[in-house]
Structures are given as C-alpha cells and as structure tokens.
C-alpha cells in the first residue's frame, strides 16, 4: 500500500499552509508557470481545476517543508521536477495596465546591465523625446513595435544578463512562447480606481482605452492555450 497524503509531505500542515495562500491570493494574479491568470474560484481558472500549492524545492514536501506558491493544478502537475528558468539567468515579464507602475517596478528591481525592453522608453529613444512622454507619432510607433519583437526574441536567447520585459497584456500565444522560454511574471496593479485617476492625470486622454480594455480582458475567463505551429510577430502580441 502507498503511503499516505501525511507521510509524503501533503498532511494538515500542507493543507493549512495552501489556506494561507489562498487568503493571499489576488483574483489575477499571474500563475509563476504559465503567467495565465490564477483565480480563487475553481471554474475561472483556464482548466477548471482548484490551484495547487507548490514547493520551490521539488523534494521539499518530502523534507517536511511549507508550500511557498501556488500554480494551476495542471501547471503543477507539468512542473514536475522542473524549474521556472535552467540557469541563474531571470527573465521576468512584467504584466499590468497602463499608469499601474510597471516601469517603476522594473528601475526599483532591475540593475546596470540588465536587459530592460519597455515600449514607451524605446519610443522616447528613437523619437528623441524626454523620458516620460507617452505621445509620439505612428512613423515612431509602427518602428518601435517592429524593433521591439526582435529585441524579446533575442534577449530570451540570450543567457548572460537578467532580462525585464514590460508586456501589458500578452496574448494566451505570447504568454505560451514566454513560458518555454523560462520566464517568470509580475503583475503590476495598484487597482482600478488608483489607474483610472492616475490615467486622467498623467496620461493623454486616449490611453483611458487602453486602461477600460485591460480590465475587461482581466474579467473574462481566460480560454485554454494549446500549442500551436506558426511564426510571426502574433506569438509575442
């Protein structure tokens, strides 16, 4: 006979401590594994199933040790003895709406010499306007969207400096390419109301659609992903 849910490391204290991860949980919040977004209630996750509380350390149920995260449970269960990224090499998706503090995160955690792509601050860069603008022309857009594709591309090759992407919303396709490239992700939101006020504030008034779009997409239930062939800059939209 096996042994038992207790004796593998899986008993009341497993239990209690996924509890207390679950307390924590914010309704979103991106899974470490596959960045699609976790949920509390069962039914919202992309495959229906109550999310799983997983060791960093893949023995360390075994060794007596607390779950530190959670995962879907079909994250977790493709996680297997594996980790988030094969080398010291971090590579970090950072997720959010516009005016949430994305770039903020990324200069209060990034240091000299990481790889840093940011849309808004290579618009800047090649347009010649001061950091913090966020109105440019499409001649500087359109080359900008095409420079930064092939900017991810080659900095998830590369394993010799940490690398911080600034994604807002990726696609269920680009979030799929970002996970078997062994990338972690943060999503960054202060709230709704604190976007919206900061947006009205700060921002021109065209990028309110872009904050009414993020949290509509972030109320839907997200669609399953399967791997799929192809190529082409929708794998990184």
Not at 137 to 146: D, I, W, Y
């Amino acid at each position: 006979m096996g042994l038992s849910a207790s004796a593998r490391g899986y008993g009341k204290l497993h239990q209690r401590a996924r509890e207390s991860l679950m307390l924590r949980l914010r309704d979103g919040t991106p899974c470490p594994w596959c960045g699609r977004p976790m949920y509390a209630v069962a039914v919202k996750n992309f495959d229906g199933k109550p999310l799983a509380a997983d060791h960093l350390n893949f023995h360390g149920a075994r060794n007596g040790e607390l779950p530190e995260r959670l995962l879907h449970f079909t994250c977790n269960s493709q996680r297997g003895g594996g980790e988030v990224t094969t080398s010291s090499v971090r590579k970090i998706v950072v997720m959010g709406p516009p005016c949430g503090g994305k770039t903020t995160w990324v200069s209060e955690h990034a240091k000299p010499g990481d790889i840093r792509i940011d849309y808004d601050h290579l618009c800047n860069l090649i347009g010649g306007y001061p950091i913090g603008n966020h109105d440019y022309p499409q001649v500087v857009a359109r080359l900008v969207r095409k420079a930064r594709l092939l900017l991810i591309r080659e900095a998830l090759k590369q394993s010799e400096a940490d690398v911080y992407i600034i994604h807002s919303t990726p696609s269920e396709s680009a979030l799929l390419r970002y996970a078997e490239a062994g990338c972690e992700f943060k999503r960054v939101d202060p709230g709704e109301a604190v976007v919206r006020e900061r947006c009205a504030r700060l921002r021109p008034k065209s990028f309110m659609f872009g904050v009414d779009k993020y949290y509509e997409s972030m109320r839907k239930k997200p669609a399953p992903v399967t791997p799929a062939g192809g190529g082409g800059s929708g794998f990184w939209g």
